[in-house]
């Protein structure tokens, strides 16, 4: 279904009967991402998945956002369907790290939080950051004579390689600075909601190092290591996953 | 040397239904006229930013579908178009600085929506004098605005549901105020769309005074005319692909199998090949019964309906009339009527009996039979009204 929220065209999915859940996604992501998880839980809740902006077929932000931008974004989506505050909200990957945000932000006030391999814990790895700025900055100064298009398909490839996501969505590239440079650990501490946190064993994109930080930072929060699992935890573990939401929601 | 005529196929095009054009055209109608070997086919595509395209590598589905066109657009040089004495198509030919040309003898426009489906293009094309195929300005015009075509059909005696119509201004300016406007005369659930686009793209099933404003909203959103259409009862959704110019031939009735809650929106039709989640066919082919489970007397009461509606619509070459069904009171409703069918609906007339070469040659004919028509037209006449100034 459409509708039209801060002046955007905004996909979502609304399906299921009950309380409220609001799933995120994450970067380079979409409603139908988490669409597996969706089904699952409409048997017992009613069940709300959005296109950010910028993915699947939600138009583009118009501006540079952060992850306050998308926070009202999400609050200003709940008012235009006329809905009460959620009762929980699971956001994967950036969208986990952005559920913290608007929880923060008292956006949302869920009375459930799971984070699913949930990211903005932006200080650890201070190695691969200054990987990515060597490569940027080399890059940039050698491969100035190619063509433009050529230029940006060369850093989509580095970048990607570096297993950054900057270059997903080129089209969001100022985006994805802003967001990234948003720590959300601050956020995190002051979280008073029962919190899920979600981790998988083999994800290389958000090791399970940030959910033990979530973990310590979340009062009364709940890890769960997930093995044989990436970063998209709820398609490579999906019964377990489900499982491990359902009961923490029951 | 037998001479081969040539047929420009003119695809994309600035509208929200381009992708869909791109399947139309490569699929449907450039590649069953390669294979009749009578005409030299010559790709003519329409970027989003309006550029026309002229070349032969626009006729491999894969340069879209990987993302290449991207790639050929930036270094492809556009093509022009030359009107005089007909439509000559010109490029640059990359050999020191000369030009390549071609005469087009007919054009087949496969272009849906806005600029394209909706008579820009075949205006274009009638001030060139070439003939081409499918509906003609007008037809085009009012068939491509709901609003026109649903007041065309009731002024000629036939069967709409009730509806309303508002421009933009109106939504933007005062929505409550309208939305009591709607309710007191239109009952829930309640269809909005925009009045211009097809492909269901916009569309949204209201059934709430809520989900009545944010539809509205969506709808001005891609158009600056909306029509909100009360839902027909009992509904059986049918559309009928129709051919022909001045005797009209239908293929058969078909039924999209879903339920009036599911409704045909882009994806359903384009995107995931039928019923929500569970087709398993691609595109627009796995999605409906043909022909429509009716009773006799129903499909004959439909088909009537279909070819009643093209004929007072002007629409000659090829249209899809839309239906809707109360199946209780058995009574048929016209909808909408669709110029250029997504894919000329070759599925549905393949199941007719008429194969994809067959239908693209019949629809150069009836383009011939319509163009000869016109010329015999008297177009001028000698008065001496200068003289008496």
């Not at chain 2, 994309?12 to 490569?26: N, W, Y």
Request: with cysteine; charged share 25%; hydrophobic share 40%.
């Amino acid at each position: 279904m459409q509708v039209i929220v801060d002046d955007l065209l905004t996909h979502y999915d609304l399906h299921g009967k009950g309380k409220l859940v609001v799933l995120l996604h994450g970067w380079g992501d979409s409603a139908k991402g988490l669409a597996g998880l969706q089904k699952e839980l409409t048997v017992q809740y009613r069940v709300l998945s959005v296109d950010l902006p910028g993915f699947g077929s939600t138009q583009m932000p118009k501006t540079a956002w952060d992850l306050d931008d998308y926070a009202r974004f999400v609050e200003h989506l709940l008012r235009k369907l006329e809905f009460q505050q959620p009762y929980a909200v699971i956001g994967h990957s950036n969208g986990g790290a952005l559920a913290i945000r608007a929880v923060s932000l008292e956006c949302l006030q869920p009375q459930r939080l799971v984070l699913l391999a949930a990211s903005g814990v932006r200080t650890n790895n201070p190695t691969r950051r200054l990987i990515i700025k060597i490569i940027a900055k080399t890059g940039n100064a050698v491969t100035l004579w190619l063509p433009r298009r050529r230029r940006q398909a060369l850093r989509k490839h580095l970048y990607g390689a570096t297993g950054s996501d900057m270059l997903v969505v080129p089209e969001l590239e100022d985006t994805f600075k802003k967001t990234v440079r948003q720590d959300v650990q601050g956020d995190a501490a002051a979280i008073d909601v029962p919190t899920l946190l979600i981790y998988a064993a083999s994800d290389d994109a958000v090791p399970v190092a940030d959910g033990r930080q979530y973990h310590s930072l979340i009062k009364g929060s709940r890890l769960e290591v997930v093995k044989n699992a990436g970063h998209f935890v709820h398609l490579d573990q999906p019964d377990k996953t489900v499982a491990l939401i359902k009961e923490f929601l029951a | 040397m037998v001479y081969m005529e040539t047929v420009a196929v003119i695809f994309g095009g600035r509208s929200a239904e381009h992708d869909v054009s791109i399947v139309t055209a490569l699929a449907s109608i450039i590649k069953p006229l390669e294979l009749t070997k009578k005409y030299r086919v010559e790709a003519v595509y329409i970027a989003k930013d309006g550029a026309w395209y002229w070349d032969d590598k626009l006729k491999d589905i894969k340069l879209f579908t990987s993302g290449g066109i991207q790639d050929y657009l930036h270094r492809a040089q556009p093509a022009s178009v030359q009107f005089d004495g007909g439509m000559m198509l010109v490029k640059a030919s990359g050999i020191a600085g000369r030009k390549q040309t071609r005469k087009v003898d007919l054009v087949f426009p496969a272009m849906h929506g806005t600029y394209g489906e909706d008579g820009a293009l075949m205006g274009l094309l009638d001030m060139t004098g070439i003939p081409y195929v499918g509906c003609g300005v007008s037809a085009s015009a009012v068939c491509m605005n709901k609003v026109l075509a649903k007041k065309v059909a009731l002024g000629c005696g036939l069967p709409v549901s009730d509806y309303m119509s508002f421009h933009k201004s109106f939504i933007e300016r005062d929505a409550s105020t309208l939305l009591k406007t709607i309710l007191k005369r239109l009952t829930l659930p309640l269809f909005v769309k925009p009045a211009h686009l097809g492909s269901s793209i916009g569309i949204t099933r209201a059934t709430s005074e809520t989900e009545l404003r944010n539809a509205l909203e969506v709808a001005a959103h891609y158009d600056d005319e909306v029509i909100v259409e009360e839902e027909v009862p009992n509904l059986i959704e049918v559309t009928l692909p129709i051919m022909g110019n001045d005797q009209p031939k239908p293929a058969l009735l078909e039924q999209p199998m879903t339920k009036p809650e599911d409704f045909f929106d882009f994806d359903t039709k384009y995107l995931q090949g039928g019923k929500k989640g569970k087709g398993t066919a691609k595109g627009a082919q796995g999605y409906s019964q043909i022909p429509a489970d009716l009773p006799k007397d129903l499909y004959k009461q439909a088909e009537e309906l279909g070819l009643n509606v093209y004929r007072v619509m002007g629409c000659s070459g090829i249209a899809r009339v839309d239906m809707l069904i109360d199946s209780k009171a058995k009574k048929a409703y016209f909808n909408e009527v669709n110029p250029l069918p997504g894919g000329l609906y070759a599925h549905n007339w393949n199941k007719a009996g008429v194969s994809n070469v067959e239908l693209v040659e019949r629809l150069i004919s009836f383009a011939k039979e319509r163009h000869a028509q016109r010329q015999s037209l008297a177009t001028s006449f000698s008065t001496n009204y200068l003289q008496q100034f």
